[in-house]
């Protein structure tokens, strides 16, 4: 079974600059998964952030940025601000219309 | 502006039925796939269905598969999940998602299912 793996929590100091992986429990991940990123704070609905590795949906700042790092995707903040305190969740298109989310990464900005 | 309204959620029994709607609009619904995708409490999210634009396609998570039907109605612009045989791990808060270049690119707010005797 497939499984997408996060880190379950990271930390920034405010003005810093992070980097969240997204990667395979087997494998690679590649621009072939099409890696999105997602952000949510509580009770909310999840806000799209990058699709398709590293295309910003619209009205998202330019702070964030998507990649591929080695084998992982990787969501890039730069110059974090105290409201980009979420949890941050990336999805893989796995082919033949499945798709896997990771697990989420809780980022606090302290 | 694109709006996505889910609707039909509630209180049901462990081993009952329930419907769940997404009413779309602002784009044209029947070009896109459109996905469901669920959030237990304190829990991730969990891609739970996908259908495509015309129908054709189908797909579950192993999770759900032979419980759950994804369908749409194309003239109505609305999607539905047909969760039948529900468990108490199906509790959660079920989203439906606009499906853009393989993510998602717009969210409704969510419908909350509880199963509970």
């Known amino acids: 079974q497939t499984v997408v793996t996060q880190e379950p929590s990271f930390s920034v100091s405010p003005g810093g600059t992070v980097t969240l992986t997204c990667g395979l429990s087997s494998g690679s991940v590649s621009t072939s998964y099409y890696p999105s990123w997602y952000q949510q704070t509580p009770g909310q609905a999840p806000r799209t952030l990058i699709y398709s590795t590293n295309s910003r949906s619209s009205g998202v700042p330019d702070r964030f940025s998507g990649s591929i790092l080695g084998n992982k995707a990787a969501l890039t903040i730069t110059g974090a601000q105290a409201d980009d305190e979420s949890d941050y969740y990336c999805?893989?298109?796995?082919?033949?219309?499945?798709?896997?989310f990771g697990g989420g990464t809780k980022l606090t900005v302290l | 502006e694109v709006q996505l309204l889910e609707s039909g959620g509630g209180l049901v029994q462990p081993g009952g039925s329930l419907r769940l709607s997404c009413a779309a609009s602002g784009f044209t619904f029947s070009s896109y796939t459109m996905s469901w995708v669920r959030q237990a409490p304190g829990k991730g999210l969990e891609w739970v269905s996908a259908l495509s634009g015309s129908g054709g396609g189908t797909f579950y998570a192993d999770s759900v598969r032979g419980r759950f039907t994804i369908s749409r109605d194309n003239s109505k612009n609305t999607l539905y999940l047909q969760l039948n045989s529900l468990r108490a791990e199906d509790t959660a808060v079920y989203y439906c998602?606009?499906?853009?270049?393989?993510?998602?690119?717009?969210w409704g707010q969510g419908t909350l299912v509880t199963v509970s005797s």
């Open positions: 998602a606009k499906t853009y270049s393989h993510g998602y690119d717009y």
């Open positions: 999805v893989l298109y796995m082919g033949s219309g499945i798709w896997v």
